[in-house]
């Protein structure tokens, strides 16, 4: 079974940036791989998502502020966030999508306004 670590959340103004960091235990080789962020008081949801071949594509609230990359050896995946809004503050976890890997600790992102 795979294990998810995230890293690379904290506090940040808004404007700000901040990349965050899952790593896997085992490789994701064929798989689509997500980050979710879970806001306070509301649902898990995909903000992003990334093919076994490269290919993003995001959630229109964070589209064009955000990228997602995978590592070559498929063992990492990234989520690079600029342009921080209030908005995005929650905790982001990492997973495959959909989602079939238990849940990582998640890195919690707190955007100040």
């Known amino acids: 079974q795979v294990q998810l670590v995230e890293s690379g959340g904290g506090l940040v103004q808004a404007g700000g940036s901040l990349r965050l960091s899952c790593v896997a235990s085992?490789?994701?080789?064929?798989?689509?791989m997500a980050w979710y962020r879970q806001a306070p008081g509301k649902q898990r949801e995909v903000v992003a998502r990334?093919?076994?071949?490269?290919?993003?594509n995001y959630d229109a609230s964070v589209k064009g502020r955000f990228n997602i990359s995978r590592d070559i050896d498929n063992i990492a995946v990234y989520l690079q966030m600029s342009s921080l809004k209030p908005e995005d503050t929650g905790v982001y976890y990492c997973?495959?999508?959909?989602?079939?890997?238990?849940w990582g600790q998640g890195t919690q992102v707190t955007v100040s306004s």
């Open positions: 085992l490789s994701f080789d064929f798989e689509t």
């Open positions: 997973n495959s999508a959909p989602s079939f890997y238990s």
């Open positions: 990334i093919s076994e071949n490269g290919i993003a």
